[in-house]
């Protein structure tokens, strides 16, 4: 019986260009299963109901929070990238191998997906338990792409704080939800047609 070796392991890191798209995309949905997953027994540990949280409101006013945030936030995204060097917002290239070629009903649903998934997890779990602020330091933290800069660890960690707001101020789920539906759904376009032209 031959003996496992540590030394022989290695970890060494992953360089976006080796990614082929359907092993992105695998990646993608895993991450986004296991997310939903999390979210749900956490939820249902702390003796509610997921169907509850996901209960869509009476009212409208949800929308005007969800797409007022996701202005806000474009506006500045649309700063940042023209006043910070454009190696400081770098994410490794991970946005433009998932949207750059995707055709447009696939970006949608890769943001909806990832709105939902990561905010039942976020917003519906974490922040009942931990409240706005340590739910956006955990936010940010698994944005780990964004991680080796401080300007768009920042932005991630302020825009995961203002999703926290909307949600304790609407008190739906789905105004974060729509927020970050928005952000990805324009953040993958842009990424798609600039490059196209």
């Known amino acids: 019986m031959k003996k496992f070796k540590f030394g022989e392991f290695k970890i060494k890191k992953a360089d976006p260009q080796h990614l082929t798209d359907k092993l992105l995309l695998l990646n993608l949905y895993i991450t986004q299963g296991l997310t939903l997953f999390i979210g749900l027994i956490w939820i249902l540990l702390q003796k509610r109901n997921p169907f509850d949280i996901l209960n869509f409101p009476g009212n409208a006013k949800f929308v005007l929070w969800g797409l007022g945030l996701a202005g806000i936030m474009l506006i500045v995204d649309f700063l940042l990238t023209h006043i910070v060097p454009e190696e400081s917002m770098d994410d490794g290239g991970i946005n433009d191998l998932l949207f750059g070629r995707r055709p447009l009903w696939h970006i949608i649903i890769i943001a909806a997906m990832v709105a939902v998934c990561e905010e039942l997890l976020f917003r519906g779990a974490i922040q009942h338990a931990f409240g706005p602020y340590w739910t956006s330091i955990l936010f940010a933290v698994i944005h780990v792409r964004y991680l080796r800069h401080f300007i768009p660890t920042g ?16 008190g739906t789920l789905w105004a ?16 798609r047609y600039r490059r196209e032209s």
């Open 176 to 191: 974060p939800i729509l927020c970050h539906f928005l952000i990805d759904l324009f953040s993958g376009l842009v990424i």
């Open 155 to 170: 932005w991630v960690f302020l825009s995961s704080y203002g999703l926290g707001y909307i949600y304790i101020h609407t």
